[in-house]
Structure formats: C-alpha cells, structure tokens
C-alpha cells in the first residue's frame, strides 16, 4: 500500500456518488486516513446506510446543500459525465469551496460552468476502475500506482496543489494537462478500446460464444460495463472519439487489403508494429 501522508491536509470529504469510484475513494481514504471524516451524497437512502455499515463513509446525506458540507471540505463528484457540471454547480452553490471530480471527460464540463463554479472546480480523472459497478467492489488500493491527471484552468497554485496533493496521498501518480488535450488522449488510450472492445462483442452471435477462448475474453472484457455510464462518456467527448474511430479504420482498412492481397510481408510488420508497442506496455 502506497502513502503519502505528508500530503494529506483534508479533514473532511464529500463524494458526490458512492459507486465504484466513489466507493474506493472513501475505502482509501478511510484506511489510510481514518481520522478524516469521509460525506457520501447520493440519492439511495438505502445505498448510503450500507456504505456507511461496511464502513465506507462517516456519514451520509441525500442533499447538497450547506448544512452537509463541513467547512474547508474538498468534494469529489463521482457521477457520469452528463451529471458532473450540474453537481459541481449545487456543490458551488452550498458553499464549497473547492470542487474535484473523476469523470474521464474533462472540456465538455468546464463548458457546462459558469464563471462562478469554474473558479472553484479543478477536473481530475483518476485511470483506474473495472467492469464491475457498485460500492460492493470498492477497492481501497484502486488508485495505488495508477495515472492521475489533473486539468487546472486558471486555478489558484494551492488548489491545485491540494488536488495533486490529495491524490497522491491515495496512492496515484499525477499528471497536469489541459482538459482538451486529456480529452483527445483519453479518446485512444480509453475511450476508443471500450468502442473497439464493444464491436468485437457484437460481432459474435450468442450461439457461438462456447466457441470463444481466452483471447476473446481479454479483449472484450471491459464491453461488459455499464452501457449507461460508457454512452455519456463518448457522447461527451464526441469530437475526439470519431476521431480515434478514424484511425482505427485506416489501420483496420490496412489490414484489410494486406489479407485481400495476400500481401504477408505488409500484413507482418502490421503484427510486428502492434506487437511491439504491447510489449512496450
């Protein structure tokens, strides 16, 4: 378990959504910092009452509103990307002073603030997470060694230096990046996988899935998450996801007439190239 506790300053945390993300926030912060007090927000009632029993959270509300949020607390939104801008606004207007979130697209939330929220909002994305939804599968070294980035816009030093801070502590490494450059990033090393992983799911019959094997299974693992959660995430980052897809088409298009051809030695340094740079991973 990695710590950086000289890092940590937070008294108080708000996690706006206690899901798998949220929930491994609260697991981390509450195992290596149990005496920060640890807020969960959310709509379930139900839901918040067991993550408080399995010991993810201190306390909970259903509401943002001042009266929740401690003074000095940093609040992390951990919703789909079309609710994060609408939170970081209630969370703005309660008060709070300082706003991150965990959301993997970044421009179009910035777009969705006004002046006022954009003042106390630095985007994070921490990348790191799995097919499986719900604070059940909360893992408290989720962040441990994992990519960070980190997208100030005309942020004040210190609060970007608690934002970086904060997530070092958990465990992360942290990178600094604009929201758009984070956006056309994310769109090929994660957005255009879960496409690409969806597809090649599609693309087999139910009938023929007892003749699928573990090459199958790798590379379509993550087309098992939450249709939900992944249509906000490309929607929200369209641009630079037809971007990525066209890529993918002119490589595929490669492949493509290297078979038809029967061309071996293009269709090998193809393999080769693709290969390599999984070796290098």
Same mark, same amino acid.
């Not at 306390?59 to 609040?75: F, H, M, N, R, V």
């Not at 599968?137 to 970086?164: G, H, K, Q, W, Y």
């Not at 493509?256 to 991973?281: F, K, P, V």
């Given at each position: ?23 491994? %926030? ?6 290596? !910092?149990? $005496? ?53 606004? @209630? ?44 604070? $059940? ?69 139910? $009938?023929?899935?007892? !003749? ?20 906000? %995430? ?10 990525? %897809? ?10 493509? $007439? ?17 290969? @390599? ?5």
């Amino acid at each position: 378990m990695q710590t950086e506790s000289h890092n940590f300053t937070e008294q108080s945390i708000v996690i706006v959504g206690v899901g798998l993300i949220g929930g491994s %926030i609260a697991a981390a912060v509450r195992q290596r !910092f149990p $005496e920060c007090h640890v807020i969960g927000i959310g709509r379930n009632q139900d839901r918040l009452k067991l993550a408080t029993e399995r010991g993810l959270l201190t306390e909970w509300s259903d509401q943002i509103s001042a009266a929740t949020i401690p003074d000095g607390s940093l609040a992390i939104v951990c919703l789909p990307v079309g609710q994060i801008a609408g939170a970081v606004r @209630q969370l703005v207007d309660a008060d709070c002073k300082l706003v991150t979130d965990a959301g993997s697209v970044k421009a179009c939330v910035y777009e969705a603030l006004d002046d006022a929220s954009r003042g106390r909002f630095i985007g994070s994305h921490p990348i790191a997470g799995s097919e499986h939804t719900g604070f $059940e599968n909360a893992d408290a070294d989720l962040f441990v060694n994992r990519m960070c980035v980190v997208t100030p816009v005309n942020a004040a030093t210190s609060n970007t230096e608690r934002i970086v801070g904060f997530w070092k502590s958990i465990g992360s490494t942290v990178q600094q990046m604009s929201p758009d450059a984070h956006d056309r990033v994310l769109a090929l090393t994660s957005h255009l996988p879960h496409i690409v992983a969806a597809v090649m799911s599609g693309c087999v019959a139910a $009938e023929l899935l007892p !003749f699928t094997g573990t090459g199958f299974r790798d590379t379509t693992r993550i087309a098992a998450g939450s249709a939900n959660l992944w249509t906000s %995430i490309l929607l929200g980052n369209a641009t630079h996801c037809v971007a990525s %897809i066209d890529a993918a088409e002119s490589l595929l298009q490669k492949f493509r $007439e290297a078979i038809t051809t029967g061309n071996a030695a293009t269709l090998e340094s193809l393999l080769e190239m693709s290969a @390599q740079r999984r070796r290098t991973l």
